[in-house]
């Protein structure tokens, strides 16, 4: 469950469009993290929210380095910027929610997550979040409906 409240999120479409990313990125499932705002790619953890952990993690499978961390997987050099723009202090879990809301809103996709238009808003997210359908990162991809149970589950409404 989101951190930030139902009103700084947005409402409560949004905390549940964002429980459902941290599902489809594995995050909120990895055993004994923090509702997945501790964890780092490839599943290990972290303890220090005062910033990103920026640890550089070998994925042997796509032959890559990556930085990724926290619920949503926010690469290092992206929370560099999304801290300046949203006068961020530390990486603690409602900064980590406040940077997901932004990148939501980036990609216009804010309007249709209140509306309950769930399969347009992750089609309109998913150059964002690679495990969402139709992402083209090369990485594992969800179906759509499963990520639609999870919304619905976390609380969230489909018009």
């Known amino acids: 469950m989101p951190r930030i409240s139902p009103d700084d999120a947005g409402g409560k479409n949004v905390g549940a469009f964002l429980d459902m990313l941290a599902w489809s990125e594995f995050t909120s499932r990895v055993t004994n993290s923090d509702d997945g705002y501790n964890v780092i790619v490839g599943g290990q953890l972290f303890s220090d929210y005062s910033d990103h952990p920026r640890e550089k993690i070998w994925i042997p499978k796509w032959k890559v380095v990556s930085t990724a961390a926290g619920r949503y997987q926010l690469l290092a050099r992206y929370y560099d910027a999304y801290k300046r723009l949203l006068r961020l202090s530390d990486f603690t879990p409602v900064s980590q929610d406040r940077i997901a809301i932004q990148q939501i809103r980036e990609q216009r996709a804010m309007a249709d997550i209140r509306a309950g238009r769930f399969d347009d808003a992750v089609g309109k997210c998913r150059s964002i979040w690679a ?29």
């Open 131 to 159: 495990s969402l359908p139709g992402a083209g990162y090369g990485q594992f991809e969800h179906d759509i409906a499963p990520l639609r149970e999870q919304y619905l589950k976390a609380g969230g409404t489909i018009a």
